[in-house]
């Protein structure tokens, strides 16, 4: 079984944008800004043997104020950029009833059967409540990215760190 470190998209790799206290994500590829530490990091984590997954929740096309398109473009600029595996994007909103939409832990589960990964020795890095939870209900040991968002706090995250860069140092510190 293979271990990986799920990561959310916006606040954790590339730069969210923050209105009254809330994170939105990048609305096109020209908006995209991958934050500073974060190709780094994930080097790091790829050459400890980690797969790398994005798990990001999109509501906004459910809402139908973003297009899959323009999310897609996203991703795909990211993947370009970055040593991702895999993206496991969630375009429904809460009404919707999804087990793929964070905090649910679908999307980890179902990517973790699919690639055979070991969720236990896997890590959830996330900037949200509903990331941490996604990964403690998928058994993985989760770390918050404390932004000061005007917002719900996760519940009892494993660490909390101020980057992706000291995400990973604590990441590759569990494996001495």
């Known amino acids: 079984m293979q271990r990986a ?3 959310d998209r916006d ?3 590339n730069r969210a944008f923050v209105c009254d206290g809330k994170p939105y994500p990048p609305r096109c590829v020209e908006e995209l ?5 974060v190709t780094e990091a994930l080097a790091l984590l790829r050459s400890a043997g980690f797969m790398l997954i994005v798990v990001t929740n999109q509501p906004d096309v459910a809402r139908g104020t973003q297009t899959r398109a323009a999310v897609d473009e996203i991703n795909g600029a990211l993947q370009a950029k970055l040593p991702i595996d895999e993206f496991c994007v969630c375009y429904h909103d809460d009404t919707d009833g999804c087990n ?3 905090p649910k832990p679908g999307a980890l589960i179902e990517s973790a ?8 020795a896997s890590f959830m890095i996330g ?3 509903r990331d941490i939870e996604a990964g403690q209900k998928a058994g993985c040991k ?3 990215i404390n932004w000061g968002y005007k917002e719900i706090q996760p519940k ?5 760190v101020n980057s992706i860069t000291e995400a990973v140092k604590w990441i590759l510190e569990q494996e001495i």
Request: glycine share 10%; proline share 6%; charged share 25%.
């Open 5 to 7: 470190v799920f990561l």
């Open 11 to 13: 606040g954790v790799i």
């Open 33 to 37: 800004e991958i934050l500073p530490g």
């Open 100 to 102: 793929c939409r964070k």
């Open 113 to 120: 059967k699919k690639v055979g990964i070991d969720l236990c």
């Open 127 to 129: 900037d949200r409540w």
């Open 142 to 144: 989760s770390i918050f």
């Open 156 to 160: 009892h995250p494993e660490v909390i």
